[in-house]
């Protein structure tokens, strides 16, 4: 079949690369986002502060300090739409911890980094991971615990200071839409949380991502890289004593 000039316009009109969002294409290494340039863009790399305790001493753990639990009301995570911005335009977020909203198109691999900014961290998040973020100056055993607790329950997490956090609170668990924030690390919380807001996200996607500036621990496979058995070791509910088999690693 013969085609005119008139014809191919509206192939010529549609764009060479599209996703889902209609934004900048994730998971490429390219101009828009190579993951190593303009990064000032979201974070000076020469504020310490970011990661660094400004005082020799840790914050107290506060037993009395109840943790608080934030879901947005009225909010589908699968049905949420967001878009990736490219390097060259800034990304700002109305809440002190952001639980949703534009990001960077390349995310980074699953696991601990010496320090990660939200803009990248919040597309780990739409693909249904959960993040830990932590004061500078939290109490190392009490981060242990809680970090402990994470990479056990899941292979898609990343872990990374956030200096926000207050000294009544400075721990937190993130996923798509709600948050937990604690002084004290609650098993039963954490497992509950991460149980329920794993894979509740606009996308559940398993593919590592290629940003790894200052990565350093990747994360481990729990169940499989689909997590599709969380927090495998901890009984189905607080109250029952049995521990469920895990279903050998796959992809």
Same mark, same amino acid.
């Given at each position: 079949?013969?085609?005119?000039?008139?014809?191919?316009? &509206? *192939?010529?009109?549609?764009?060479?690369?599209?996703?889902?969002?209609? =934004?900048?294409?994730?998971? +490429?290494?390219? @101009?828009?986002?190579?993951?190593?340039?303009?990064?000032?863009?979201?974070?000076?790399?020469?504020?310490?502060?970011?990661?660094?305790?400004?005082?020799?001493?840790?914050?107290?753990?506060?037993?009395?300090?109840?943790?608080?639990?934030?879901?947005?009301?009225?909010?589908?995570?699968?049905?949420?739409?967001?878009?990736?911005?490219?390097?060259?335009?800034?990304?700002?977020?109305?809440?002190?911890? &952001? *639980?949703?909203?534009?990001?960077?198109?390349?995310?980074?691999?699953? =696991?601990?980094?010496?320090? +990660?900014?939200? @803009?990248?961290?919040?597309?780990?998040?739409?693909?249904?991971?959960?993040?830990?973020?932590?004061?500078?100056?939290?109490?190392?055993?009490?981060?242990?615990?809680?970090?402990?607790?994470?990479?056990?329950?899941?292979?898609?997490?990343?872990?990374?200071?956030?200096?926000?956090?207050?000294?009544?609170?400075?721990?937190?668990?993130?996923?798509?839409?709600?948050?937990?924030?604690?002084?004290?690390?609650?098993?039963?919380?954490?497992?509950?949380?991460?149980?329920?807001?794993?894979?509740?996200?606009?996308?559940?996607?398993?593919?590592?991502?290629?940003?790894?500036?200052?990565?350093?621990?990747?994360?481990?496979?729990?169940?499989?890289?689909?997590?599709?058995?969380?927090?495998?070791?901890?009984?189905?509910?607080?109250?029952?004593?049995?521990?469920?088999?895990?279903?050998?690693?796959?992809?």
């Amino acid at each position: 079949v013969e085609m005119t000039g008139w014809s191919l316009l &509206p *192939l010529l009109l549609l764009p060479l690369k599209v996703d889902s969002y209609m =934004g900048a294409m994730m998971g +490429v290494l390219n @101009q828009c986002d190579d993951g190593k340039t303009r990064l000032e863009v979201d974070w000076d790399p020469d504020d310490f502060t970011q990661y660094t305790c400004p005082t020799q001493w840790s914050y107290a753990v506060r037993e009395e300090v109840e943790e608080i639990y934030y879901a947005m009301p009225n909010f589908n995570a699968q049905k949420d739409v967001v878009g990736h911005k490219c390097m060259n335009e800034t990304i700002s977020y109305n809440d002190t911890i &952001p *639980l949703r909203g534009d990001h960077r198109p390349n995310w980074p691999v699953y =696991g601990e980094y010496l320090y +990660v900014p939200p @803009q990248r961290w919040l597309h780990n998040l739409e693909h249904g991971s959960i993040i830990l973020l932590y004061h500078p100056c939290v109490d190392e055993d009490e981060l242990s615990k809680l970090r402990t607790l994470l990479t056990g329950c899941i292979y898609r997490h990343i872990i990374t200071p956030f200096n926000k956090l207050t000294e009544d609170r400075p721990l937190a668990l993130v996923g798509w839409g709600a948050r937990l924030i604690m002084s004290r690390v609650n098993q039963r919380s954490v497992v509950k949380f991460i149980r329920k807001h794993a894979h509740i996200a606009p996308e559940d996607i398993s593919k590592n991502g290629l940003y790894s500036l200052h990565l350093i621990q990747p994360s481990q496979v729990v169940s499989s890289k689909k997590d599709l058995q969380l927090c495998p070791t901890h009984p189905p509910n607080p109250d029952d004593p049995t521990v469920p088999p895990a279903p050998p690693n796959s992809e």
